[in-house]
């Protein structure tokens, strides 16, 4: 609940267009830290479920190619003085994903659905607080 009204509240901070964008850029980093917590070497921590379908999957060009293609996404969709600010909230979304998917896999031994669906959170509402600090 807490991360949700986060989420709303950074959103509403920015205003409606301003907001709109960088929601829909948050929720696509969102994703790709799922895509970096699914990559090669990342163990699943059962044998059964979503992370066990999906850990170590995602190869190390194709998880850089959509953080090139998130990055460009992010260009296009921002104004010319805005989008270093939001390309460095995604960068820094992704490092706190980082640490989620690594402090799990070494409580955990790896990856679980849970994990990535937390990855997805935690990566969307650092994207769309540091992006609410920067542009407004």
């Not at 301003?18 to 850029?25: N, P, S």
Request: proline share 1%; net charge positive; hydrophobic share 55%.
């Amino acid at each position: 609940m807490l991360n949700l009204l986060l989420q709303v509240g950074a959103v509403a901070q920015m205003g409606a267009q301003v907001g709109a964008v960088v929601l829909g850029v948050a929720c696509v980093a969102g994703r790709l830290a799922v895509t970096w917590g699914c990559r090669e070497g990342v163990p699943s921590a059962r044998e059964e479920g979503l992370g066990a379908l999906v850990a170590g999957t995602v190869g190390w060009v194709r998880a850089v190619t959509a953080t090139a293609i998130t990055v460009a996404l992010t260009f296009l969709a921002m104004s010319r003085d805005g989008w270093i600010y939001l390309v460095s909230a995604v960068g820094l979304g992704l490092l706190v994903a980082w640490g989620v998917r690594r402090r799990a896999v070494r409580r955990l031994g790896g990856v679980t659905g849970d994990v990535l669906g937390s990855l997805v959170e935690v990566t969307t509402t650092t994207v769309l607080v540091t992006a609410a600090a920067l542009l407004t």
